[in-house]
Nanobody, 115 residues
Framework: QIQLNESGGGLVQPGESLRLSCAAA????????MAWFRQILGKQRELVAS???????NYADSVKGRFTVSRGDAKNTIYLQMNSLRPEDTAVYYC?????????WGKGTLVSVSS
């Protein structure tokens, strides 16, 4: 059973930055692709950014140029650097991976952007 553990959420003002971290435990495999999703209150969960072991990345249009997803030196660790945060970025952010056809989710970390 793979566990995804997120950290780094919090309350910030518009224009400020946060860095989220996610580490996967419970597998010796290197997970090819890992991603960040978010769920805004009352809306469906949406993809924010993804990264694979080849260095390929993908971003939602709403975060391009502001957010950067990267893999850490430790195996199966990813980060989400969020700059120029806006109130509309307020959401619960979830780490995700799919291994051998099974979806795994973290418990989520809350990011609140408010003045």
């Amino acid at each position: 059973q793979i566990q995804l553990n997120e950290s780094g959420g919090g309350l910030v003002q518009p224009g400020e930055s946060l860095r989220l971290s996610c580490a996967a435990a419970g597998t010796q495999l290197e997970i090819y692709a890992m991603a960040w999703f978010r769920q805004i209150l009352g809306k469906q969960r949406e993809l924010v950014a993804s990264v694979n072991t080849d260095g390929g990345t993908n971003y939602a249009d709403s975060v391009k140029g502001r957010f950067t997803v990267s893999r850490g030196d430790a195996k199966n660790t990813i980060y989400l650097q969020m700059n120029s945060l806006r109130p509309e970025d307020t959401a619960v952010y979830y780490c995700h991976s799919r291994v051998q056809g099974i979806d795994y989710w973290g418990k989520g970390t809350l990011v609140s952007v408010s003045s």
